[in-house]
Every structure is written in structure tokens, then in C-alpha cells.
């Protein structure tokens, strides 16, 4: 099976700049997508592919591979970041997806 | 745009069975996956399972094979999910998502509102 990895919780002032990393075998070979959940809604889709945002996503949002790390970059921090994020890949055996843990970002 | 809207909250004992359904409007409903994810209190998604309504092809979590099925209906563009021999563990909101497909197979751009399952005796 393919584990993901993720930082349980990251903190960023308002207006700063915050990287949240996903790290797993399987993203040598696959891009991860990235989901945004804020309490008590369902995910949101925020990222995904090579640096793909749907439509109605801030440009604040951006990513980046490299090796078996993808990175979820927020660009000056707003408020109604503050929410879990959670990167998706593939088990490299099953080729199932599997979520990361999930990644709590606090705006201070 | 695309709507997934799902059935409503259910309290169930263990041992027993559970469905819940998600109904799709908007965009082209048997073209792309559909697939279940569930989120225990406090705890992060998991994938279950999904099906390709105009194929019919399922995909099941390894974790859920046996006791999980997804079906679609076409007619009314709705998908099912059953989970059988429901434990206390089973407690979680359920989610249904559609995936974007192809190339980029998990990744999923339309979510359903959740809906809660409890278990308990």
C-alpha cells in the first residue's frame, strides 16, 4: 500500500505566505489533488493535477511537485483559509486513491 | 452546474444495513465516476468506492469488499450506496463526489452535502 503523509497542523499570519506538503511514493507517478474542508461542509476542490484551479478558486492558491512531495502553496493568507486540507494520490499498488491525514491551517 | 444532493441522516443498529442515495442534475451524469468517501467525527476522508454509472463498473476500498455495493440508476441519475453488517465504526458522515475522470481520476470537483450515518445499539 502506499501511505500519504501530511503535517497535522500549520499556522500562518494573516496576509503571510504558508506551504502544506503531501508526501507518498505514489507521487512519482501521479499528481495529488487538494481539498479544502471547512467544519461542519463538505470538501472543497481547490487543486489538482500538474497546478490546475477549478473555477471560483483564488489565485492565492497554487502547487508544486517534485519527487514524492506535492505542495499546496496559500499566497497571503486570508482569513477564510483557515480550514483542514487534504491531498489525495493513489496507492502505487492498487492504483485505489487514498487521502493524506490532513493538514489544519490556523490564520493567525 | 453540477448538483449532488443526498438522502438525509440515518440512525441504524449494528449488524444491520444502511443505503443512502445521491441524486446528480446538471452536467452529463453517466460519463463521469461517482464516487463514495466517508469522514468519521474528528477524522479524515476515506475513499470507499466507486462506480462509472454508464458502465456500470465498480471500484471498491479493500477495506469494503464484501460489504459495500454501489449501483446506478440511470433513468433517474441517481447513485446508491449500500454498507452492510454496520458496526458502532461505521458511525460517519457520508459523502458522494464526482470524479473528474481520465486523466485525472481522483480528483473529485462536485461533492453531496454528507450525510450522517449513526450506529448504535
Known amino acids: 500500500s502506499s501511505e500519504v503523509t501530511q503535517d497535522p497542523a500549520v499556522s500562518v499570519a494573516l496576509g503571510q505566505t504558508v506551504r502544506i506538503t503531501c508526501q507518498a511514493d505514489s507521487l512519482r507517478s501521479y499528481y495529488a489533488s487538494w481539498y479544502q474542508q471547512k467544519p461542519g461542509q463538505a470538501p472543497v476542490l481547490v487543486l489538482y493535477?500538474?497546478?490546475y484551479r477549478p473555477s471560483g478558486i483564488p489565485d492565492r492558491f497554487s502547487g508544486s511537485n517534485s519527487g514524492n512531495t506535492a505542495s499546496l502553496t496559500i499566497t497571503g493568507a486570508q482569513a477564510e483559509d483557515e480550514a483542514d486540507y487534504y491531498c489525495?494520490?493513489?496507492?502505487?499498488?492498487?492504483?485505489?486513491?487514498?487521502f493524506g491525514p490532513g493538514t489544519k491551517v490556523t490564520v493567525l | 452546474q453540477v448538483l449532488l444532493v443526498q438522502s438525509g441522516a440515518e440512525m441504524k443498529k449494528p449488524g444491520s444495513s444502511v443505503t443512502v442515495s445521491c441524486k446528480a442534475s446538471?452536467?452529463?451524469?453517466?460519463?463521469?465516476?461517482i464516487t463514495w468517501v466517508r469522514q468519521a467525527p474528528g477524522q479524515g476522508l476515506e475513499y470507499m468506492g466507486r462506480?462509472?454509472?454508464?458502465?456500470?463498473?465498480?471500484n471498491y476500498a479493500q477495506k469494503f469488499q464484501g460489504r459495500l455495493t454501489i449501483t446506478a440508476d440511470k433513468s433517474t441519475s441517481t447513485i446508491y450506496m449500500d454498507l452492510s453488517s454496520l458496526t458502532i465504526e461505521d458511525t460517519a458522515v457520508y459523502y458522494c463526489?464526482?470524479?473528474?475522470?481520465?486523466?485525472?481520476?481522483?480528483?473529485?470537483?462536485?461533492w453531496g452535502q454528507g450525510t450522517l450515518v449513526t450506529v448504535s445499539s
Open positions: 446538471g452536467g452529463t451524469f453517466s460519463d463521469f465516476p
Open positions: 462506480i462509472i454509472p454508464i458502465l456500470g463498473i465498480t
Open positions: 463526489a464526482r470524479d473528474r475522470g481520465g486523466l485525472h481520476l481522483g480528483t473529485y470537483d462536485y
Open positions: 489525495n494520490s493513489r496507492d502505487s499498488s492498487s492504483s485505489q486513491p487514498v
Open positions: 493535477g500538474k497546478n
